[in-house]
């Protein structure tokens, strides 16, 4: 039957081309013109931009330039290059010659796109051990507040906690985020002290009672030491290392020791006061190039970070339902990422419905961040959310 073709990975591709018995070599062949790339350039200098359009053009792609590229009425112009792999990499090797208008850069940073394409990161150290990538990870709520969104006051005391967590392990966790303090719009700072007396005891009661690795969220510096000292293996960061000038260095202090660096747009305080930015995704990509940058200054392993957009933090519906869209373009940063969007108020948006009914719309986001390749969930709901990615990630290794 004649079709157009749904081609969504790297996998389909190779299975279809098997089905009409293309040779093995054919099929190496094949695969690498049908992988189609768009890569995004920015503050290309004229003559560059100029010499990739030409170029791409000879060997059968293409390249987007502003208007006035060609007439040179403009000094620099963002770039957009269409062309499977194999021309990709034949535009490198035609430009590879020229040492002029910045060239050697642009080739640099487009092998890196490359390879964090090709191989992506397969596994985190977690104090010493491994935390596999291949499958997604599911990360667990545990917030021990009298005033979080979702689920404030639930696990405030520490016999309701411990039952907490032996649950969130029967149900099939990777990671326990244990949280004392809630970062809900215009939610309230609270004192580090009593920060403390909520999360050691519980972050205690969960390296007891099972092996998984405890993550504990929280801005402070001294929070996130007492935390790990306590047996914390994980710091999960709203503010990315800028609420606490101290933070990167505590975390680069211990061995193998992620940190999951957050965007977000003001404080929770005021974050949700008129969010705005030029370009969502790519103010959002910016801000992750500075952190890492930072946090690396600082002694923190690149291998160690995690990545998450953010969602909620300082932005309208249409901010998030973009991050959502494209949330696979943060992978050229070459970090894991994580999406954490469970039963946040911009489904009540999309749905109409309270906190308690939001089940649907944060698996339906979920999946489509899986479907993006992003490594980590971060749920209220864990078992639901676990057998969603099960389904998944079965149906598409198939």
């Given at each position: 039957m004649n079709r157009i073709l749904s081609i969504k990975n790297d996998q389909d591709l190779r299975k279809e081309l098997e089905k009409i018995k293309v040779s093995t070599q054919g099929i190496d062949a094949m695969f690498k013109k049908g992988r189609t790339l768009c890569i995004k350039l920015k503050n290309i200098k004229i003559g560059a931009a100029n010499i990739i359009k030409q170029d791409m053009l000879s060997i059968g792609g293409d390249a987007a330039v502003a208007r006035g590229v060609v007439n040179g009425k403009v000094d620099k112009?963002?770039?957009?290059?269409?062309?499977?792999?194999?021309?990709?990499?034949?535009?490198?090797?035609?430009?590879?010659?020229?040492d002029i208008f910045g060239i050697p850069?642009?080739?640099?940073?487009?092998?890196?796109?490359?390879?964090?394409r090709n191989q992506p990161q397969s596994f985190i150290k977690v104090r010493g051990k491994e935390l596999s990538l291949k499958q997604t990870l599911i990360m667990g709520i545990l917030n021990v507040t009298p005033d979080s969104f979702f689920d404030g006051g639930k696990y405030e005391k520490l016999d309701r906690a411990k039952k907490r967590i032996d649950k969130m392990v029967s149900e099939g966790a990777h990671i326990i985020d244990i949280g004392g303090e809630s970062t809900r719009p215009f939610a309230?700072?609270?004192?580090?002290?009593?920060?403390?007396?909520?999360?050691?005891?519980?972050?205690?009661?969960?390296?007891?009672?099972?092996?998984?690795p405890v993550s504990i969220d929280t801005y402070k510096a001294e929070v996130a030491k007492e935390a790990l000292d306590a047996g914390a293996?994980?710091?999960?960061?709203?503010?990315?290392?800028?609420?606490?000038?101290?933070?990167?260095?505590?975390?680069?202090?211990?061995?193998?020791?992620p940190i999951i660096i957050m965007h977000i747009q003001g404080t929770p305080r005021n974050m949700q006061k008129n969010p705005s930015y030029e370009d969502v995704i790519e103010d959002i990509y910016s801000y992750f190039q500075d952190r890492i940058k930072f946090a690396r200054q600082y002694g923190v392993k690149e291998e160690n970070i995690i990545l998450d957009p953010g969602i909620g933090f300082g932005k309208t519906l249409e901010h998030n339902v973009e991050i959502i869209n494209r949330i696979s373009e943060f992978h050229s940063l070459g970090r894991p990422i994580l999406l954490g969007c469970s039963n946040k108020s911009y489904l009540e948006n999309i749905l109409g419905v309270e906190k308690e009914e939001r089940l649907p719309g944060t698996m339906a986001t979920n999946a489509l961040a899986i479907m993006q390749d992003v490594q980590i969930i971060r749920v209220h709901q864990i078992k639901e959310n676990k057998m969603l990615a099960q389904t998944l990630n079965y149906i598409r290794s198939r």
């Open positions: 112009s963002d770039v957009i290059i269409f062309g499977d792999e194999k021309r990709i990499k034949l535009l490198l090797k035609k430009i590879s010659y020229q850069k642009i080739i640099k940073e487009i092998k890196k796109l490359l390879k964090f309230e700072k609270v004192s580090m002290d009593e920060e403390l007396n909520r999360v050691i005891p519980v972050i205690k009661a969960a390296k007891e009672r099972c092996d998984l293996d994980i710091v999960n960061d709203i503010s990315g290392l800028r609420f606490d000038e101290n933070m990167a260095e505590v975390v680069a202090a211990y061995d193998d020791v």
